[in-house]
């Protein structure tokens, strides 16, 4: 791996001061935590819902969907910090909720960063933690850990069989196009992600010739669009990539990488980053750079929070509802159907 991107990886991986955090405190916040969305595809329409601590009858999948799927991110097996000591414990909590789930998930999307350091005894912890798994079918992109010792090789093999390139890939699933994109292989200045010019010919072939009218979803590990360029968040061509999917008429584009929810909406793309099931990421310039966040344990449960996101068809936008963990019983609760701006 070149030097400047070990450099980059060393610093995204700083530990912030001021600890506090015990590992069984840490543990029981993540108990109650989302960590993940069951997404539900009702007519082209995707309505996301973070994973609570019951589920109702009809929970994961609504009255009349078509099917539903799960996306989780950034389990960064491997890693051993007090942010978090047990990262293996907080993936198999996020299992366990898909597993409670009354409906089963049609499969799991998981958005890049399964790996620290992509050693293969950290793809195998996370081998063996997924066949838990309710759904048996699993979509992968990798993340920038996934690529850090050898290139993403050990990636390819276990993951990227039947992938173009690094690791690109397409599939249907009942009516809806999935896209699977790499954006990690080769990064910018100040780590922005970069799709590159044989991925950006690759996806506008993929999509000629589908009807307007397909729901679209792309999935890939940084975000598709610009959080915050000082930190590497976001995608250094992801404006070429995005005009391509211009003329459909539902487009969702789900992320991972900050450890955070995070949505847009411009026209009728909608943008979601997922939260990490192992550890959170400091706000957008709220710390000297990105990294595992320590917090005290009373702090963790606001920064772990239960986020609700639903399509509204009539005004093309996002009603959100976010929950911080107060208490297992709380939902002090803030809602806004105006997402065309960046919401933490």
Not at 182 to 203: C, I, P, T, Y
Not at 209 to 226: E, K, M, N, Q, Y
Not at 329 to 334: D, P, V
Request: aromatic share 8%.
């Amino acid at each position: 791996m070149p030097d400047k991107k070990q450099d980059l990886i060393d610093q995204q991986l700083q530990d912030l001061n001021n600890d506090g955090v015990d590992r069984r405190g840490f543990l029981k916040c993540m108990a109650w935590a989302g960590t993940g969305l069951v997404w539900t595809m009702s007519g082209g329409i995707p309505v996301s819902r973070a994973f609570a601590k019951g589920y109702g009858k009809d929970a994961g999948k609504g009255k009349g969907a078509d099917f539903s799927f799960v996306q989780i991110s950034d389990s960064h097996i491997g890693f051993n910090k007090p942010a978090n000591p047990d990262v293996t414990a907080t993936l198999q909590t996020a299992i366990n909720k898909i597993n409670a789930m009354p409906h089963k998930p049609d499969f799991i999307i998981h958005t890049g960063d399964l790996s620290q350091l992509s050693k293969p005894s950290e793809f195998d912890t996370l081998d063996q933690a997924l066949k838990g798994a309710s759904a048996k079918q699993i979509y992968f992109v990798p993340g920038e850990h996934d690529m850090l010792s050898d290139n993403g090789e050990q990636y390819l093999q276990r993951y990227g069989k039947g992938t173009k390139g690094s690791g690109w890939y397409s599939f249907d699933h009942k009516g809806v196009h999935f896209v699977g994109l790499v954006n990690v292989a080769n990064l910018k200045a100040g780590g922005m992600g970069s799709l590159g010019h044989d991925q950006l010919e690759w996806f506008e072939a993929d999509l000629k010739g589908r009807s307007a009218s397909t729901p679209i979803v792309l999935f890939a590990h940084i975000p598709l669009w610009t959080i915050y360029p000082d930190w590497g968040w976001g995608t250094d061509d992801s404006e070429q990539a995005l005009s391509y999917v211009k003329r459909f008429g539902s487009v969702t584009v789900l992320n991972g990488h900050i450890h955070q929810v995070m949505q847009k909406v411009e026209g009728k793309v909608s943008f979601h980053t997922a939260m990490s099931t192992a550890f959170p990421q400091p706000a957008p310039g709220k710390a000297p750079s990105a990294g595992p966040m320590k917090v005290p344990a009373e702090q963790l449960q606001q920064v772990l929070g239960v986020t609700d996101v639903n399509y509204v068809v009539s005004g093309r936008s996002l009603a959100i509802v976010d929950s911080p963990l107060a208490d297992s019983g709380s939902s002090a609760s803030r809602e806004s159907a105006d997402v065309d701006s960046t919401l933490g």
